[in-house]
Nanobody
Framework: QVQLVESGGGLVQPGGSLRLSCEAS????????FYWYRQAPGEDREFIAS????????AYTDSVKGRFTVSRDNTKNTLYLQMNTLKPEDTAVYYC???????????????WGQGTQVTVSS
């Protein structure tokens, strides 16, 4: 079964840190780039970070540059988002995403994790 499962969200005070994880299964993790998105209440889902299949190239939206770091461990089929110096405006549900060729088919499919809630509040 092709799926992404996120973990690591929670409640943190402003200035604190969290590390999100996104574990992939059912496809060849190392063959694909990945994205992190987030969605705050009442807002559209927004791109925040991306990483290439071998991890050599990353990109970030301006609001998280210098605070968030995306990485991956292709031996563990896991994507990470290290979030430092968190702000109340970072409060959102965070999602990982990728677009793959479904194994054994010619079907291209975009898959999302279930989301993990991050709340930054004192």
């Amino acid at each position: 079964q092709v799926q992404l499962v996120e973990s690591g969200g929670g409640l943190v005070q402003p200035g604190g840190s969290l590390r999100l994880s996104c574990e992939a299964s059912g496809f060849t993790f190392r063959g694909y780039g990945f994205y992190w998105y987030r969605q705050a209440p009442g807002e559209d889902r927004e791109f925040i970070a991306s990483i290439t299949s071998n991890g050599d190239t990353t990109a970030y939206t301006d609001s998280v540059k210098g605070r968030f770091t995306v990485s991956r461990d292709n031996t563990k089929n896991t994507l990470y988002l290290q979030m430092n110096t968190l702000k109340p405006e970072d409060t959102a549900v965070y999602y990982c995403q990728t677009t793959i060729i479904v194994p054994g088919t010619a079907t291209i499919k975009t898959i999302w994790g279930q989301g993990t809630q991050v709340t930054v509040s004192s």
